[in-house]
C-alpha cells in the first residue's frame, strides 16, 4: 500500500512510464498491440442497484424499460458478424424478476443460432444478483451458465473495491469481497475474467491503491492451469447527466495525466496480469496511444455499441480502420484478438 501511495504522490512522470514500457516489454516483445471486434448489447436496463453515475437504467416500474428478445440479439449479432466480429458483450441490470432459468435460456438460444458466437456476459454483480434469487451458491450458478454456453465473465460492477464507496455509489451492487468471491471461484472453473476500475468520483488515493492490491490478490490464489484476469481496464468517472454530478456535484476529476500516470501504476504494481488495457472511449485516441508506451499493450474494441458511459458523455468513436490506423501511428503492430487474448487473423 505505502509503495503504490508513494509511486502515485511523489514518482515523475517521466520515469513512471519509461519504467512501466519496460515492464510492458518483459510480457509483450513483439511489439504488437492487441484489439477486439465486438459487440456490447444490454439485455435489459432493468436495475435494482441505483448507481448515482449510472443514466441508463429504469426502474422495475418506470416508462422506457426493456428486455431485448431473441429477434433483437440476431439483428444485432448479424449486423456484429458482417463487421468481422466474433464476440458479444451481454450486459443487463440486476433484474429482480430475471433468475437463473432465464439467463440459461437465452444463452442455450444463442449458442444454439450462433454455436461459434462467444459470450462474455454478466458480471460479479449481475452473478450475486442471481445467486441470491435463488438461493445458490457463486460457483452453482457459474457451473449452469458455463453449460448454458457462458465463455467469459466481464469485470462489470467493480468501480472502486471499496464498501465505503460503493455504499454511496451503488448501494444495491454487491461488497467488494463478494465481487471478489465471485472472480475466485470463476478462476477455480477456469472461466477466463477481466478486473475493472472506475474511478476519478469520490474515492481516495488509497482506495485505488488498495482496489489494485486486492485484484492482484484474487490473481495470485488462481490455479495454475487457470488464466484468471486476462487484462485490467481502468477508466475515469464520465459525468454527464449522473446523479453524481447533478445533485451530489461529483465531477471527473482525472486529467489526461493522472490517467496515463495510472496506466503506468497498475503496471508497476499488478505483475501478475499479462495485460493492460488503455480506455481509449473514454479518455480520447490520443490519450489512448500515450497509455500504450505508459504500460499498456491493449486498446480494446471498437465497441460497435455501448450505452452506460455513452450516456454519460464518452463521446469517442472509431471504427476498425481507424483502430488500425490509432494503434500504427502510435509505433505498433495491429493485432487481432479474442477475449481470452489469443491472437487471431484479421
Excluded at 457451473?143 to 465473465?153: K, P, R, V
Aim: include cysteine; hydrophobic fraction near 40%.
Amino acid at each position: 500500500m505505502e509503495d503504490g501511495i508513494c509511486l502515485n504522490n511523489n514518482a515523475p512522470t517521466s520515469e513512471l512510464i519509461f519504467i512501466a514500457n519496460e515492464i510492458r516489454k518483459q510480457f509483450h516483445n513483439d511489439n504488437k498491440v492487441t484489439w477486439i471486434i465486438d459487440r456490447n448489447v444490454n439485455i435489459t436496463n432493468v436495475c435494482i442497484a441505483r448507481c448515482k453515475f449510472c443514466n441508463f437504467h429504469r426502474l422495475v416500474n418506470q416508462e422506457g424499460t426493456y428486455i431485448t428478445n431473441i429477434d433483437e440479439y440476431k439483428q444485432k449479432i448479424d449486423e456484429m458478424l458482417l463487421l468481422g466480429g466474433n464476440q458479444l458483450l451481454l450486459q443487463g441490470g440486476l433484474h429482480p424478476k430475471l433468475g437463473l432459468e432465464f439467463y440459461n435460456d437465452l444463452f442455450r438460444k444463442l449458442k444454439k443460432v450462433y454455436p461459434s458466437v462467444k459470450l462474455h456476459a454478466l458480471g460479479p454483480a449481475e452473478i450475486h444478483h442471481i445467486a441470491r434469487i435463488e438461493k445458490t451458491s457463486y460457483r452453482d450458478v457459474l457451473i449452469q451458465l458455463t453449460q448454458s454456453g457462458l465463455d467469459s465473465l466481464p469485470g462489470a460492477g467493480a468501480e472502486i473495491l471499496s464498501d465505503r464507496v460503493r455504499k454511496i455509489l451503488s448501494p444495491g451492487k454487491c461488497t467488494a469481497d463478494e465481487w471478489l468471491n465471485v472472480m475466485h471461484e470463476a478462476h477455480k472453473l477456469k472461466i477466463t475474467t477481466s478486473a475493472t476500475m472506475m474511478f476519478g468520483h469520490i474515492e481516495t488515493i488509497e482506495e485505488r491503491i488498495q482496489h489494485l492490491i486486492s485484484i492482484r490478490q484474487v490473481q495470485s490464489e488462481k490455479p495454475e492451469d487457470s488464466q484468471g484476469f486476462a487484462t485490467f481496464v481502468p477508466w475515469p468517472f464520465q459525468e454527464e447527466h449522473t446523479v453524481l454530478k447533478n445533485s451530489l456535484g461529483i465531477k471527473n476529476s482525472i486529467t489526461s495525466e493522472d490517467y496515463i500516470r495510472f496506466i503506468a501504476i497498475s503496471r508497476l504494481m499488478l505483475p501478475n496480469f499479462k495485460n493492460i488495457q488503455a480506455s481509449w472511449l473514454t479518455v480520447s485516441v490520443p490519450v489512448g496511444q500515450i497509455c500504450l508506451h505508459a504500460g499498456a499493450n491493449d486498446f480494446g474494441s471498437i465497441m460497435i455499441e455501448e450505452n452506460v458511459v455513452s450516456v454519460a458523455g464518452a463521446s469517442h468513436t472509431m471504427d476498425a480502420k481507424g483502430m488500425v490506423k490509432a494503434i500504427s501511428t502510435a509505433g505498433f503492430i495491429p493485432q487481432l484478438r479474442n477475449q481470452k487474448y489469443d491472437y487471431v487473423n484479421s
